[in-house]
C-alpha cells in the first residue's frame, strides 16, 4: 500500500470515528497498522483506536493507546501528533475525575503547541484547562484561560472553535447561577453555529440553554428546549445525543413530580444507552432512576438502581460517580420511611462518600454528607459524633460560602478587566482601522494590504504598463483670474472626475501635481489590455472636460493628454509620509508625450500604438517630431473609432 493511499484511508477513518461509526474506524486503523506497521502514520492509527475507545468509556484501553501512540509519536520526532496524544490523555483523565492529572497532560500539549506556534492548538487547549477549572470550582482561573482561548479564536477567525469556547463560557457562568450571563454566552455560541450550519453545537447550545432554565425552575420553557434539542438529534440519526435530552426531558418531569412520565423518559434513555455500550452514560441513567424511586418511597427499587450505577463507576474508576452514588445509597439507608432503615449501613456508605469528595475537591457535595451523617447521629443519640460532623458541616458551609463569595468577587473583578480590556482592543482596532482606511485612501488596495501585512520594502518591476500624463492648458493664466477658493473648487472637482474614471476603467492613479493628473494601467494587478484600458478612460477625460463648466466667464477648460507604454519600476518612497510612486524611461516618455501635445487632444507614442487594438480606436499621424530628452519620434493623436 502506497503512502498516499495510507493517508487516503486514515483520512476515512477519521471522517468514520467523527460521524460515530466506530466499528467502521477501528477496521480502517487496524488495516493500516497490518498493511504498514512501520510508517509515521502508524501512531496516528493508534491515536485514532485510543478515540474509540475512549468514546465506549473503556478508559483504561485508551490509556494504552493514546500512551502507545505517544511513544511512537516521540521516537518519530512528531511534536503535533505528540502533542494530540497527550491532549488526548488529559481529557481520559477529565473522565476519570482526576482532575490535576488532567491539568499536567494539557499543559505538557500546550508547551508543544506553544513552540510549534500552533494557534488552534493552544486555544483548544486553554479551553480544556478552562474547563478543568470549572470542575474544580476555580472560576477566575477557568474564566481567565477561556477567555485567551476566545482571543486567540477570535484573532484566527475560527468560528467553529470560538462558538465551542463561548459554550464553555456559558457553562462556567451556569456553575457560578450566573444563568443571565450563562444565557448570554450560549446564544452568542448558538448565533455562530446556526451561521455556520453546524448541527452539532446547534443542539449542545440548545439543550444548554434548556439546562440553565431548568436550573430557574422554568420547567416549561426547558422542555421547550430540550424537545427542540430531541428533534435535532433524531433529524441527525445521534443516539447518543437523543439519549442525553431524553435523560434531560425525565429529569424535568421528576422535577413537575411526573414520576410515571419521568421514569419513562429515563428508560428510553437508558435502553439507548445500552445499546450504544455507553457504559458512562448507563451509570448516569441508572442514577437517574434510582432518585426518582427514591422521591415516590420505592426505597428497594431504588437501591437496586442505586448499586447498579456503583457498580460501573466502580468500574470505569469514576470517583466523582462512585462518590454521589455512595452518598445517595447512604441517605437511602438513613431515611426514617424506609422499613429496612439501616443507620450502620448509612454511617458506612456517607464515612465512604465523604473520603472521595476530599480526594475529588467536592467540599459542597462532602458539606452534605457531613449534614446527613450529623442527623443520623441524631437519631442514635451519639452526641460526640454529631458534633464532630455538625462542626465538620459548619466549617465547611462557611468555608464555601467564603470561597464562592471570594470567587464571585475575583470573577467580577477579572470580569472588569476583560471588558476593559475589550474597550482598549476596541479603541486600538479602530485607530488601525483608521490607520488601514488612510493607507487605502493613498495607496493603491494591493499595496495597502501587504504594508498592512508587514511588508517593510515594496518595490515590483514591469515588464508592460500605460501611463498617461493630462495637463490643464493655460492653467498659470486662469489661475491668476480667480480667486484661490475658485481655483481648488475647480481643481477638486476635474480630479473627482478622473478618480471615477480610474475606478470604472480599472486604472490606478498614481499622483496630481498642481494642475497635472498622473494614471497608470497595468499595475499593481498585472492586466494584457492596460494600453485599451487606458485610451478609453483618455477619451472620457476629453469628454468630461468638454461638458466641464467654464471657471472664467467665457473661457473653457482644455487638456493636454499623452501616453507612453513600457517598462517601470514602482514601489513606496517614504518612512512616515508614504507615496507610491513609478520610475522608469517610460514615465518620462509619457510625461513628454503631454508636453508636446495639443490642446483637447490625446498624444501617443509609436510603442503605445503597437500595442493597441485598433478594433479600439483609430490613430491620426503626427509625423515625426524632436522630443525633448528623447530625439526624433514618431507620434500619433489617438480618437475613438
Known amino acids: 500500500m502506497t503512502d498516499q493511499e495510507l493517508n487516503d484511508k486514515m483520512q476515512e477513518a477519521e471522517q468514520a470515528e467523527r460521524t460515530g461509526k466506530y466499528s467502521k474506524?477501528?477496521?480502517?486503523?487496524?488495516?493500516?497498522?497490518?498493511?504498514?506497521?512501520?510508517?509515521?502514520i502508524q501512531a496516528k492509527a493508534i491515536r485514532l483506536l485510543g478515540i474509540i475507545a475512549w468514546r465506549r468509556d473503556d478508559y483504561t484501553l485508551a490509556l494504552e493507546y493514546f500512551n502507545e501512540a505517544l511513544r511512537l509519536a516521540e521516537l518519530m520526532h512528531d511534536k503535533e501528533v505528540s502533542a494530540k496524544c497527550l491532549n488526548n490523555i488529559g481529557n481520559v483523565y477529565k473522565e476519570l475525575s482526576d482532575y490535576f492529572s488532567a491539568l499536567d497532560y494539557y499543559h505538557?500539549?500546550?508547551?508543544?503547541?506553544?513552540?510549534?506556534?500552533?494557534?488552534?492548538?493552544?486555544?483548544a487547549n486553554f479551553t480544556n484547562i478552562g474547563g478543568v477549572y470549572l470542575y474544580l470550582c476555580d472560576y477566575p482561573r477557568g474564566i481567565e484561560y477561556l477567555h485567551r482561548a476566545l482571543a486567540i479564536y477570535e484573532d484566527l477567525d475560527l468560528k467553529t472553535g470560538t462558538a465551542i469556547t463561548l459554550g464553555t463560557i456559558g457553562s462556567l457562568y451556569s456553575s457560578l447561577s450566573d444563568y443571565s450571563r450563562a444565557l448570554e454566552y450560549y446564544h452568542k455560541a448558538l448565533a455562530i453555529a446556526e451561521e455556520l450550519d453546524i448541527k452539532s453545537s446547534i443542539v449542545a447550545n440548545v439543550g444548554n440553554i434548556g439546562v440553565v432554565y431548568l436550573e430557574?425552575?422554568?420547567?416549561?420553557?426547558?422542555?421547550?428546549?430540550?424537545?427542540?434539542?430531541?428533534?435535532i438529534n433524531e433529524e441527525l440519526g445521534s443516539k447518543d445525543g437523543i439519549a442525553i435530552n431524553l435523560t434531560n426531558i425525565g429529569?424535568?418531569?421528576?422535577?413537575?413530580?411526573?414520576?410515571?412520565?419521568?421514569?419513562?423518559?429515563?428508560?428510553?434513555?437508558?435502553?439507548?444507552?445500552?445499546?450504544?455500550?455507553?457504559?458512562?452514560?448507563?451509570?448516569?441513567?441508572?442514577?437517574?432512576?434510582?432518585?426518582?424511586?427514591?422521591?415516590?418511597?420505592?426505597?428497594?427499587?431504588?437501591?437496586?438502581?442505586?448499586?447498579?450505577?456503583?457498580?460501573?463507576?466502580?468500574?470505569?474508576?469514576?470517583?466523582?460517580?462512585?462518590?454521589?452514588?455512595l452518598g445517595t445509597i447512604g441517605s437511602v439507608y438513613a431515611d426514617k420511611k424506609y422499613t429496612s432503615c439501616d443507620l450502620i449501613k448509612a454511617e458506612k456508605y456517607l464515612l465512604q462518600a465523604i473520603v472521595l469528595f476530599e480526594e475529588t475537591g467536592a467540599k459542597q457535595r462532602r458539606c452534605v454528607c457531613h449534614f446527613s451523617l450529623g442527623e443520623l447521629y441524631t437519631q442514635q443519640k451519639k452526641w460526640k459524633k454529631?458534633?464532630?460532623?455538625?462542626?465538620?458541616?459548619?466549617?465547611?458551609?462557611?468555608?464555601?460560602?467564603?470561597?464562592?463569595?471570594?470567587?464571585?468577587?475575583?470573577?467580577?473583578?477579572?470580569?472588569?478587566?476583560?471588558?476593559?480590556?475589550?474597550?482598549?482592543?476596541?479603541?486600538?482596532?479602530?485607530r488601525f482601522q483608521e490607520q488601514e482606511k488612510i493607507l487605502h485612501n493613498i495607496l493603491p488596495s494591493k499595496i495597502a494590504d501587504r504594508m498592512i501585512e508587514g511588508e517593510k520594502t515594496i518595490v515590483d518591476s514591469y515588464d508592460s504598463v500605460s501611463v498617461l500624463f493630462a495637463d490643464i492648458v493655460g492653467f498659470t493664466k486662469l489661475s491668476q483670474r480667480v480667486t484661490p477658493e475658485q481655483l481648488?473648487?475647480?481643481l477638486d472637482g476635474i480630479f473627482?472626475?478622473?478618480?471615477?474614471?480610474?475606478?470604472?476603467?480599472?486604472?490606478?492613479?498614481?499622483?496630481?501635481?498642481?494642475?497635472?493628473?498622473?494614471?497608470?494601467?497595468?499595475?499593481?494587478?498585472?492586466?494584457?489590455?492596460?494600453?485599451?484600458?487606458?485610451?478609453?478612460?483618455?477619451?472620457?477625460?476629453?469628454?468630461?472636460?468638454?461638458?466641464?463648466?467654464?471657471?472664467?466667464?467665457?473661457?473653457?477648460?482644455?487638456?493636454?493628454?499623452?501616453?507612453?507604454?513600457?517598462?517601470?519600476?514602482?514601489?513606496?518612497?517614504?518612512?512616515?509620509?508614504?507615496?507610491?510612486?513609478?520610475?522608469?524611461?517610460?514615465?518620462?516618455?509619457?510625461?513628454?508625450?503631454?508636453?508636446?501635445?495639443?490642446?483637447?487632444?490625446i498624444h501617443v507614442s509609436e510603442e503605445y500604438k503597437n500595442i493597441v487594438s485598433e478594433l479600439s480606436f483609430t490613430f491620426t499621424k503626427r509625423g515625426e517630431m524632436e522630443i525633448k530628452g528623447k530625439g526624433m519620434m514618431k507620434t500619433y493623436f489617438l480618437e475613438k473609432k
Open 25 to 40: 474506524a477501528e477496521i480502517l486503523s487496524n488495516e493500516i497498522l497490518s498493511k504498514r506497521p512501520d510508517t509515521p
Open 108 to 123: 505538557k500539549a500546550l508547551a508543544i503547541f506553544e513552540k510549534l506556534g500552533n494557534k488552534d492548538g493552544i486555544a
Open 216 to 231: 430557574l425552575s422554568d420547567y416549561f420553557s426547558a422542555l421547550e428546549y430540550f424537545n427542540k434539542a430531541l428533534k
Open 251 to 325: 429529569i424535568v418531569y421528576e422535577n413537575l413530580c411526573d414520576y410515571p412520565c419521568a421514569l419513562e423518559y429515563h428508560n428510553k434513555a437508558l435502553a439507548i444507552n445500552e445499546e450504544l455500550g455507553r457504559e458512562s452514560n448507563i451509570a448516569i441513567t441508572l442514577s437517574n432512576i434510582g432518585n426518582v424511586y427514591k422521591d415516590i418511597g420505592n426505597y428497594p427499587c431504588a437501591l437496586e438502581y442505586l448499586y447498579k450505577a456503583l457498580a460501573i463507576h466502580e468500574q470505569l474508576g469514576t470517583k466523582d460517580g462512585i462518590a454521589s452514588n
Open 386 to 430: 454529631y458534633a464532630v460532623h455538625f462542626k465538620k458541616y459548619h466549617e465547611l458551609y462557611v468555608e464555601v460560602q467564603s470561597e464562592e463569595a471570594t470567587k464571585q468577587a475575583q470573577l467580577m473583578e477579572h470580569r472588569r478587566k476583560i471588558e476593559e480590556s475589550e474597550r482598549d482592543r476596541q479603541v486600538k482596532l479602530a
Open 488 to 490: 481648488v473648487a475647480g
Open 496 to 601: 473627482n472626475t478622473f478618480d471615477l474614471l480610474a475606478d470604472k476603467y480599472g486604472c490606478e492613479k498614481i499622483k496630481t501635481i498642481g494642475d497635472c493628473y498622473m494614471v497608470v494601467a497595468g499595475l499593481p494587478e498585472r492586466c494584457d489590455d492596460h494600453a485599451e484600458r487606458l485610451g478609453a478612460m483618455a477619451i472620457e477625460m476629453l469628454k468630461a472636460i468638454e461638458e466641464f463648466p467654464a471657471l472664467v466667464e467665457d473661457v473653457l477648460v482644455k487638456m493636454r493628454i499623452g501616453i507612453h507604454s513600457g517598462s517601470v519600476v514602482a514601489g513606496i518612497i517614504g518612512k512616515n509620509k508614504y507615496a507610491y510612486d513609478l520610475w522608469g524611461d517610460a514615465v518620462n516618455t509619457a510625461s513628454r508625450m503631454e508636453s508636446h501635445g495639443e490642446a483637447g487632444k
